[in-house]
């Protein structure tokens, strides 16, 4: 059993940026990839970025040039968010794969005023 712990979530004005952190129980070197969702009240969770093993990334359209997903070689995985625009606003999960399985974080809450 895999868990993961969010934080750095919290409430920034546009144009501010804010770190996200996610840490795994186990050793990040035994799981495949991680990314992060972001969910709003009413709507599916949709994904926002992804980090491999070999730290090969991926970011939806709408982040691509403002977020940066990293993963250090320990336990952490993390979610530099610049240029935050109110429609980054949402819960933000992040996710593990590791062998079949999926886990996920309880979320942190991200709120960007205009």
């Known amino acids: 059993q895999v868990q993961l712990v969010e934080s750095g979530g919290g409430l920034v004005q546009a144009g501010g940026s804010l770190r996200l952190s996610c840490v795994v129980s186990?050793?990040?070197?035994?799981?495949?990839?991680m990314g992060w969702f972001r969910q709003t009240p009413g709507k599916q969770r949709d994904l926002v970025a992804v980090?491999?093993?070999?730290?090969?990334t991926s970011y939806a359209d709408s982040v691509k040039g403002r977020f940066t997903v990293s993963r250090d070689n320990v336990k952490t995985m993390y979610l530099e968010m610049n240029s935050l625009k109110p429609e980054d606003t949402g819960v933000y999960y992040c996710?593990?794969?590791?062998?079949?399985?999926?886990?996920w974080g309880q979320g942190t809450q991200v709120t960007v005023s205009s």
């Open positions: 996710y593990a794969n590791k062998g079949f399985r999926n886990y």
């Open positions: 186990d050793s990040i070197l035994t799981i495949k990839n």
């Open positions: 980090v491999t093993s070999v730290g090969g």
